[in-house]
C-alpha cells in the first residue's frame, strides 16, 4: 500500500490531523494499537481553549461540540476555606473556555474520519517504523495474523506518550525534559449533577480536589492521591467522604454523590522532548510532551501541534515549500514550553508536596493570598488559562 502520510495513533491527535489532511486532499493511513471503543472508554480532558474549539470547527466536527459544550467564564478557587472566582471573561476581555470532554471530541472525530473514506487501522501491531530520515519512508505493521507494509512521504507520531514513535528517534538526536510529581489524580466520573455551575479548583490541607463536569448531568472529579494507592483501595464511598472533607461546607452539603461510572489513578508529569521533527518523522500532541493535568492544557496543545503540522504538510504538497515543515519544531516548542510553565506553576500552586517542610507550604499560602487579592494576580492565572492565540507560534515578539 502506499500513502502519502502514516499517522500512528488515533488519539484525538491522530484523528485531527487525518481529518485537516483529508479536507485538503491529503492522503493518509491511520494505525492504531487499540480498537475504536478502547480509545472512547479512556476518560480524560474536559476543558477546551477556544483556540482548541476554532480548529475543531475548521476541521468541520465542532456541531455537536456546539449544541452541547457548555461555555465557561469563570472557575472558582477554594483556598483556606474560601472560594475567589477567577472572572475569565472580565480579566481577559471577555475570553472564556469550553466544557466538552476529550471522549467526545473523538467521538466526532471518529464519525468524520468514517465519513472520509479514509483508511483507519484500529488493532494494528507492532507498528514499526523505517527509513524516516530519508526520502522513502515505509511503516509495516501486523494486522490479521498478516504483516503490512505502506510506503509514505511522512511520518507523523501522533501515538502518545508510551507511544513508538519517539522511541524510534536514535537517543543522541533527542534531548528530553522530564519531572514526576510525587502523587497522582484519582479521578470519578458520575451521572450526578455537578457541585458547582462552574470548576473548583481546591487547595486543602488534605490535598488538592478538583470538581469538574462534563455535561449538566454529569461530573467529573479528582483527588490528589499518594502514589501508592491503588484505584481498588478507593470505594465509592471513600471517595465521596474524601472529597467532602476537602470542599468548603456549602459545597460539601450541595455535593450529590452516585454509582462511578469510571474510577482511574493518573500520575502526574512534566515532559518535553526537542526537537519534534526527524527528517520525515513529525510528533505531535502527547508523543512529544505531557503537562500534569492541573492548567487543562494537554489536549489543547495536542490540537495547536496537529494544526501547525497540517499547515506545514499542505504547504509542502501545495506550494512545493518545506518552511513550514523546517520551522514546525520552533513554532510549536514556544507555546509549548509556556503551556509547560503555567502547567508545573499551578500545579505546585495547588498540592501538597509530601517531601516539602512548612515554610515551603507557607510560601504557598502567601503567594495564593497574593494571587487572589491582587487584579494583577488574578490576571495572571487567567490570561494562562485560556491560553495562547494561533498565532503566538509565528510571532517572535
Ligand atoms: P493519546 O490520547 O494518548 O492518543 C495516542 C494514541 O496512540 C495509540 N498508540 C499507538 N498506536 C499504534 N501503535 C503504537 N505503538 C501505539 N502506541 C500508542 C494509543 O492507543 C492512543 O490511542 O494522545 P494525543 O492524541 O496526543 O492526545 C493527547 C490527550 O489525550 C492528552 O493531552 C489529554 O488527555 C491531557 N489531559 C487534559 N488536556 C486538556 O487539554 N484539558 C484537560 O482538562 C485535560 N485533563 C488530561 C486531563 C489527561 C489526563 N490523563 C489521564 C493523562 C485529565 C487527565 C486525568
Ligand atoms: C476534567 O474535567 O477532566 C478536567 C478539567 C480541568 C482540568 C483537568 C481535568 O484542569
Known amino acids: 500500500m502506499r500513502t502519502q502520510v502514516v499517522i500512528v495513533g488515533a488519539g484525538p491527535s491522530g484523528l485531527l490531523l487525518g481529518q485537516l489532511l483529508h479536507q485538503a486532499g491529503i492522503d493518509n493511513v491511520i494505525l492504531e494499537r487499540q480498537s475504536a471503543e478502547y480509545v472512547l472508554g479512556r476518560i480524560r480532558a474536559g476543558v477546551l481553549e477556544q483556540v482548541a474549539v476554532d480548529i475543531l470547527d475548521e476541521a468541520g466536527v465542532g456541531q455537536r461540540m456546539h449544541a452541547e459544550g457548555l461555555p465557561?467564564?469563570?472557575?472558582?478557587?477554594?483556598?483556606?476555606?474560601?472560594?475567589?472566582?477567577?472572572?475569565?471573561?472580565?480579566?481577559?476581555?471577555?475570553?472564556?473556555?469550553?466544557?466538552?470532554?476529550?471522549?467526545?471530541?473523538?467521538?466526532?472525530?471518529?464519525?468524520?474520519?468514517?465519513?472520509?473514506?479514509?483508511?483507519?487501522?484500529?488493532?494494528?501491531?507492532?507498528?514499526?517504523?523505517?527509513?524516516?530520515?530519508?526520502?522513502?519512508?515505509?511503516?509495516?505493521?501486523?494486522?490479521?495474523?498478516?504483516?503490512?507494509?505502506?510506503?509514505?512521504?511522512f511520518i507523523a507520531g501522533c501515538d502518545g506518550f508510551h507511544g513508538v514513535c519517539r522511541a524510534s528517534v536514535p537517543r543522541s538526536a533527542i534531548t528530553e525534559y522530564e519531572k514526576v510529581y510525587p502523587f497522582g489524580w484519582l479521578g470519578l466520573l458520575s451521572d450526578t449533577p455537578p457541585v458547582h455551575h462552574e470548576l473548583i479548583y481546591v487547595n486543602s490541607p488534605r490535598g488538592f480536589a478538583l470538581c469538574s463536569m462534563r455535561s449538566r448531568t454529569r461530573s467529573r472529579y479528582y483527588l490528589q492521591v499518594p502514589l501508592t494507592d491503588k484505584v481498588e483501595d478507593w470505594s465509592d464511598a471513600a471517595f465521596w467522604d474524601e472529597l467532602r472533607r476537602r470542599l468548603d461546607p456549602a459545597a460539601a452539603e450541595a455535593l450529590v454523590t452516585g454509582p462511578a461510572l469510571e474510577k482511574s489513578i493518573a500520575p502526574l508529569?512534566?515532559?518535553?522532548?526537542?526537537?519534534?521533527?526527524?527528517?520525515?518523522?513529525?510528533?505531535?500532541?502527547?508523543?512529544?510532551?505531557?503537562?500534569?493535568?492541573?492548567?487543562?492544557?494537554?489536549?489543547?496543545?495536542?490540537?495547536?501541534?496537529?494544526?501547525?503540522?497540517?499547515?506545514?504538510?499542505?504547504?509542502?504538497?501545495?506550494?512545493?515549500?518545506?518552511?513550514?515543515?523546517?520551522?514546525?519544531?520552533?513554532?510549536?516548542?514556544?507555546?509549548?514550553?509556556?503551556?509547560?510553565?503555567?502547567?508545573?506553576?499551578?500545579?505546585?500552586?495547588?498540592?501538597?508536596f509530601?517531601?516539602?517542610?512548612?515554610?515551603?507550604?507557607?510560601?504557598?499560602?502567601?503567594?495564593?493570598?497574593?494571587?487572589?487579592?491582587?487584579?494583577?494576580?488574578?490576571?495572571?492565572?487567567?490570561?494562562?488559562?485560556v491560553g495562547l492565540p494561533l498565532d503566538f507560534g509565528l510571532r517572535r515578539a
Open 269 to 352: 508529569r512534566s515532559f518535553v522532548s526537542e526537537p519534534m521533527r526527524f527528517g520525515r518523522l513529525l510528533l505531535a500532541g502527547d508523543a512529544a510532551h505531557i503537562v500534569p493535568p492541573t492548567g487543562a492544557k494537554g489536549l489543547n496543545l495536542a490540537a495547536t501541534d496537529v494544526k501547525y503540522l497540517a499547515d506545514a504538510l499542505i504547504e509542502h504538497y501545495r506550494e512545493r515549500s518545506d518552511a513550514g515543515l523546517n520551522t514546525y519544531s520552533e513554532r510549536c516548542l514556544r507555546r509549548i514550553w509556556r503551556a509547560e510553565r503555567f502547567s508545573w506553576w499551578f500545579t505546585r500552586l495547588m498540592h501538597r
Open 354 to 385: 509530601p517531601n516539602e517542610g512548612e515554610i515551603e507550604h507557607k510560601f504557598q499560602q502567601a503567594e495564593l493570598d497574593y494571587l487572589l487579592h491582587s487584579e494583577a494576580g488574578a490576571r495572571t492565572i487567567a490570561e494562562n488559562y
Open 72 to 153: 465557561h467564564e469563570g472557575f472558582d478557587l477554594l483556598v483556606d476555606g474560601q472560594r475567589h472566582r477567577i472572572d475569565l471573561a472580565r480579566l481577559t476581555g471577555g475570553r472564556r473556555v469550553l466544557v466538552y470532554g476529550q471522549t467526545e471530541v473523538t467521538r466526532d472525530l471518529m464519525a468524520a474520519r468514517a465519513a472520509s473514506g479514509q483508511t483507519t487501522v484500529y488493532e494494528a501491531a507492532n507498528v514499526t517504523l523505517h527509513d524516516f530520515d530519508g526520502e522513502r519512508p515505509w511503516v509495516t505493521y501486523a494486522h490479521g495474523g498478516q504483516t503490512h507494509r505502506i510506503d509514505t512521504d
